[in-house]
């Protein structure tokens, strides 16, 4: 094992987080069961707001940042893990109170680990990152919800051209259903049916505020952008629908009437990705592994070095980032 490697780690200064590059060595991590040779890490929307500094993701400095890591388990003090497994973290505080994947190395707690389905390479589970693993329970929620048929109503989901909405285009579309994507980017569209989308909606028609029921029009949906928007994706949703709603791309607020709820039956479905019990991990990675098909998946990332983060950081933060962006720890 190497003696010493680089890690991008958010500090202190003068009271505000500052994300800055360190050398550590495997005696500065933290004392947990499973220690995980990183191949790769990811970068999220949360990654852009904890490196940059424009959201206070980092509770306890200083911290490795990064939510995500794919590696293999070099050492192990638990029963459940050993040496040669290949695993996934996704979430469970990493960067927020716990050192993340932006590191060769990090020491983790075993029951945070999900094993990686033989379908993926460490490349691609990262490519998935906790925005494809998001996409999953979406789309397990509104299938458990079990009004939604392929080949039913349309499937809309926003923030289509970003990580999440990226892998649930795909998810949905290979499982079947009709699937609309709403985005702002115009020149993203052949990118999207690529993908699976088969319909679109412009971003800017859902961020007007609209009345409190609207024609009915989503069998189901997968919101990663709050606020107006996903009001009116709740008043559009037809009788007996849901909404799956895990992001805030547009706003944290949700200026939305019960009509839908109480008038339509319509469901809103809360997903919370960073402490999801380990079966609905091991579920969603399940969901991945049978249904995302990993030509969409190549299409839609890339890998950057780790030197290259604090400008990606900035540029996810923009909303300029399509897809998904790969971290080599290297
Ligand atoms: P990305 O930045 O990759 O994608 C977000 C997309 O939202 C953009 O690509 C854009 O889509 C759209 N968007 C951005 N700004 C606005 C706006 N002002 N109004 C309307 N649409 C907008 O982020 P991710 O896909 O990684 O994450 C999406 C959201 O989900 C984030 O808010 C993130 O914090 C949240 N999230 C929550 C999780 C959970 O556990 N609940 C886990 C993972 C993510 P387009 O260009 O197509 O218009």
Known sequence: MADSFRALMIVEDAGKPRAVFRELTLADLPDHEVTVEIAFSTLNYKDGLAISGRGRIAR??????????????????SPDWTPGDRVVVNGWGLSETEWGGYARFQRVKPQWLVRLPEAFSLEQAMAIGTAGYTAALCVDALEDWGRMEPGGSEVLVTGAAGGVGSTAISLLSSKGYTVTAATGRPQAHDYLAGLGASGFVDRASLSQKGGILQKERWGGAVDSVGSTTLANVLAQTVYGGAVAACGLAGGMDLPASVAPHILRGVALLGIDSVMAPGSKRERAWATLAGHLDTRHLDAIARVEPMSELPRLAEEIVAGRIRGRVVIDVG
């Open 60 to 77: 306890r400095m200083p911290l490795v940042a990064g939510i995500d890591l794919a590696g293999t388990v070099v050492d192990s003090r």
